[in-house]
């Protein structure tokens, strides 16, 4: 056990998001992440799944303790996370990044890293974020259906970075945020999280089947979207693989 506390690593794993799930069934809970070497059924959001080979990703859920109603606002921790990737990235590879709404890092328009916020009781009913986390590390090629819209670590950087001490940098990049998150508000993080957004000029779907285009995020991190002429204000929308209208 670091200074950080229990970090749990697997082989084979359905997914780090189920395995946390059960974590949280047996209190005291005492592991702060647990990472695996392979998913057989990693997700993202809106059901999409993570591909990936055994041994190319850090797959990695953090277990974040919520306070009084912090749980109505987990969903900002998905900027709190990108944040943490991106700083952990910088300092173990010197590789910058860019954000896509909602959960999207970006090298060059390319996705590098994913993120899902899923909400869960322990057995004592206290409420946790489960803060997963997959990272492209070693893949030297991807799968056809991907192969334009990926990218990892290696063929960025030419780095091979090993999983352990990277998970170690990003909890720990994670607990800083955390505490801008609840010392300084959410206003403090999306400031952070925009210096480096490229989600304008995106298009989404939303639940409704319309499609529009990303004009910007709003104070409160909704997504700001064009649709027949008409700004919308969408709390929840999916990213459309391959289209994009740069903004004029």
Same mark, same amino acid.
């Given at each position: 056990?670091?200074?950080?506390?229990?970090? +749990?690593?697997?082989?084979? #794993?359905?997914?780090?998001?189920?395995?946390?799930?059960?974590?949280?069934?047996?209190?005291? #809970?005492?592991?702060?992440?647990? +990472?695996? %070497?392979?998913?057989?059924?990693?997700?993202?959001?809106?059901?999409?799944?993570?591909?990936?080979?055994?041994? %190319?990703?850090?797959?990695?859920?953090?277990?974040?303790?919520? !306070?009084?109603?912090?749980?109505?606002?987990?969903?900002?921790?998905?900027?709190?996370?990108?944040?943490? +990737? !991106?700083?952990?990235?910088?300092?173990?590879?010197?590789?910058?990044?860019?954000?896509?709404?909602?959960?999207?890092?970006?090298?060059?328009?390319?996705?590098?890293?994913?993120?899902?916020? %899923?909400?869960?009781?322990?057995?004592?009913?206290?409420?946790?974020?489960?803060?997963?986390?997959?990272?492209?590390?070693?893949?030297?090629?991807?799968?056809?259906?991907?192969?334009?819209?990926?990218?990892?670590?290696?063929?960025?950087?030419?780095?091979?970075?090993?999983?352990?001490?990277?998970?170690?940098?990003?909890?720990?990049?994670?607990?800083?945020?955390?505490?801008?998150?609840?010392?300084?508000?959410?206003?403090?993080?999306?400031?952070?999280?925009?210096?480096?957004?490229?989600?304008?000029?995106?298009?989404?779907?939303?639940?409704?089947?319309?499609?529009?285009?990303?004009?910007?995020?709003?104070?409160?991190?909704?997504?700001?979207?064009?649709?027949?002429?008409?700004?919308? +204000?969408?709390?929840?929308?999916?990213?459309?693989?391959?289209?994009?209208?740069?903004?004029?």
């Amino acid at each position: 056990m670091s200074e950080l506390g229990l970090i +749990v690593y697997c082989g084979t #794993v359905p997914s780090t998001q189920d395995l946390a799930r059960e974590v949280l069934q047996s209190p005291p #809970v005492q592991i702060r992440a647990v +990472v695996a %070497e392979h998913q057989t059924a990693g997700r993202g959001r809106w059901g999409n799944r993570w591909l990936s080979a055994p041994g %190319e990703s850090l797959l990695m859920t953090i277990l974040l303790p919520l !306070r009084g109603a912090e749980s109505e606002k987990a969903h900002e921790l998905a900027f709190v996370l990108a944040l943490a +990737v !991106r700083d952990t990235l910088l300092a173990q590879a010197e590789l910058a990044v860019q954000f896509k709404w909602s959960n999207d890092v970006l090298v060059e328009g390319r996705k590098l890293a994913g993120i899902l916020i %899923e909400t869960a009781a322990d057995a004592r009913q206290q409420m946790w974020a489960l803060a997963g986390v997959g990272v492209n590390l070693l893949q030297s090629d991807f799968p056809q259906e991907i192969q334009a819209t990926a990218t990892s670590v290696y063929l960025e950087t030419g780095r091979r970075l090993p999983i352990e001490p990277l998970a170690q940098q990003l909890l720990r990049s994670v607990d800083n945020w955390v505490q801008v998150w609840r010392r300084e508000g959410f206003s403090k993080v999306l400031a952070d999280w925009q210096q480096a957004d490229a989600t304008a000029g995106h298009r989404y779907r939303l639940p409704s089947g319309e499609i529009g285009v990303a004009q910007g995020i709003d104070p409160q991190g909704n997504l700001l979207l064009e649709v027949r002429g008409q700004l919308l +204000v969408v709390p929840s929308a999916e990213p459309v693989r391959g289209l994009y209208a740069p903004k004029g």
